[in-house]
């Protein structure tokens, strides 16, 4: 099995910065595509952000120029820096990761959520 655990979020002001990681671990052959997901109250889970194994990133719309996305490979973890945060952005944090495992099986696995806040 593979597991993600995470770290970070928290509370902040608006226009405040938080960090997020989530490291991965267990019988990784290797990690693929990484991703950051977000769950507001009463809606469906956002993705947020992606990169790949050479470091391709995406992120959505709303976030662009505010949050960014990297990973170290080295250390089979992925990070979501987040600066300028507004009070939309105020939800649960999710991190995904694409894995093959040592045993050949392939799957994406979750970390377990952190909350961010982001009061006015």
């Known amino acids: 099995q593979v597991h993600l655990v995470q770290s970070g979020g928290g509370l902040v002001q608006a226009g405040g910065s938080l960090s997020l990681s989530c490291a991965a671990s267990?019988?990784?052959?290797?990690?693929?595509?990484m991703y950051w997901y977000r769950q507001a109250p009463g809606l469906r889970r956002e993705l947020v952000a992606s990169?790949?194994?050479?470091?391709?990133?995406n992120h959505v719309d709303s976030v662009k120029g505010r949050f960014t996305i990297s990973r170290d490979n080295a250390k089979k973890t992925v990070y979501l820096k987040m600066n300028s945060l507004k009070p939309e952005d105020t939800a649960d944090y999710y991190c995904?990761?694409?894995?093959?495992?040592?045993?050949?099986?392939?799957?994406?696995?979750w970390g377990q959520g952190a909350q961010v806040t982001v009061s006015s």
């Open positions: 995904a990761a694409d894995v093959a495992t040592t045993n050949l099986a392939r799957y994406t696995t």
């Open positions: 990169i790949t194994s050479s470091g391709s990133t």
């Open positions: 267990g019988k990784i052959f290797s990690i693929g595509n």
